[in-house]
């Protein structure tokens, strides 16, 4: 899809690649976990028409929500779909091929909730770096209720298994079609737990400074590339905010953010995804976006996809203009309006987001009635 109608927002609907991956333009539709799978974690029909949804809107790549990596610990929510066993795996097929009905690309963001566990069919218990309760709450949307568990501290064996698990399910994503695979280190899940100073207190080869303290994230990313071996690009999404403590901020600032971007990058990942609560805003007093510090830190190979709030389209077209990012991911924008990149193609404003969307819960069928009864054809 091209921007012809209107000769506007040309870095946004100019062509990109990812790895060997090409995109006709450069809006990503951002994970959003829906809850909504059916018995066993598998894929659904209606899972299939969702995400076929944003390929037909005009998006130039479909990232999935968080899937489940294990059958063990990695679940975090009731209804959330996995790509743990061959069951599971067979149940996407449908998913990849329905967006790839449309010509688009899609990937599959592998997830691992750690002590973030609001439901988990498997196992009673949480893993974390340390055993330390999590601030706040779980979310009512995801139908928890009430503060976390605390979780009891991952053994290094267990590291070693949930790295592999992550290299597993890779490899799984991309056997059910999807063309790449996005490792979720950021919102306050796993890895991001191990990368936090409040929820990762050891002092090991894990533990402390910031530089050790990102030494999982590695090593997952390089699990997930040995079991890929070249036959699809991944990236890794990376975020100062989670889930539940939206106003978290590195301690260090941008010596914080040259040092985990630094280590991430050179670890190998074909794109960093840089979640941000306004991904354009500038940060640490720098006067520069965390993506953009993302995009100095990193090496030049490795792109860099930014997200937060850049449903404005000038917003995100200029971030791809100045060279921050090469990609922009859209996430409330793109759950209220499936055809978001067509209708800015054409001029025409898209469907704002409504948080009623999300009442009571965050599932497929409350968007269904939603867009029923409150978006604008």
Known sequence: MTDTETGRFANLFSPARIGGVALGNRAAVAPMTRISAGPGGLATD?????????????????????????????????????????????????????????????????LHAGALIQHNDYVDQ????????????????????????VPREISRREMKDVAAAFGAAALR????????????GANGYLADQFLTDYT????DDYGGPTARRVRYHTEIVAAVKQALDGRAPFGIRISETK????????????????????????????????????????????????ARLAREAAPREVRIVACGKLNDPSLADAMLGDGTADAAAIAKGALADPSWPRKVARGEAPAAFDPAMLRPYATLENVRRWRAGGAPG
């Not at 949804?53 to 489940?68: D, R, S």
């Open 46 to 110: 209606a899972m299939a028409a969702y995400y076929a949804g944003y390929a037909k809107g005009g998006f130039g790549l479909v990232i999935t929500e968080g899937t489940y990596i294990d059958e063990a610990h990695s679940q975090g929510y009731v209804d959330q779909p996995g790509i743990a066993n061959d069951a599971q795996r067979a149940s996407w097929r449908k998913v990849a091929d329905a967006v790839h009905a449309e010509g688009v690309p899609i990937f599959m963001q592998l």
């Open 126 to 149: 949480a893993v974390a770096p340390s055993a330390v309760e999590p601030v706040g709450e779980m979310a009512p949307h995801y139908k928890g209720a009430g503060r976390f568990p």
């Open 173 to 184: 994503a991309v056997e059910a079609g999807f063309d790449g695979v996005e490792i979720h």
């Open 200 to 203: 990762n207190r050891g002092d």
């Open 243 to 290: 889930v539940n403590d939206l106003a978290h901020s590195w301690a260090n600032g941008v010596n914080d953010a040259r040092t985990i971007f630094g280590a991430i990058g050179e670890s190998g990942p074909s794109y960093i995804h840089v979640n941000a609560h306004r991904g354009f805003e500038p940060v640490f007093g720098t006067g520069k976006s965390l």
